[in-house]
């Protein structure tokens, strides 16, 4: 399964996120739309699909760029630096570790 988020207009914030399905051959992908902050995104759907189950792996590909220039355009501009901050919000909103969805980076 597939999860893509494309922002909408960041400058509102009480925006409503379009989610929609779609099978491609044997994969299934989740689109969401006009959303705010992707990583929220991520973490919500990655926590309301493992309501029903066990929990999900979600699997990032390695961010180029160093460190220290992906958490600037992370305080800067709500990008950059995706599999840390969905790390924490799953820490904070998920406390049992065994409930929680792994994050993978590679």
Known sequence: ???????????????????SARQEGTRFVIV????????????????EMTKGGAPLDIIFGWSKGGSLKLALDYVLFGQGDIPNRVVDLLDKAITDPARRPTVIVG
């Open 1 to 19: 399964m597939f999860l893509e988020v494309h922002y909408g207009d960041v400058s509102e914030f009480q925006n409503a996120p379009i989610i």
């Open 32 to 47: 969401a739309r006009d959303v705010v902050s992707v990583s929220h995104t991520i973490a919500q759907v990655a926590m």
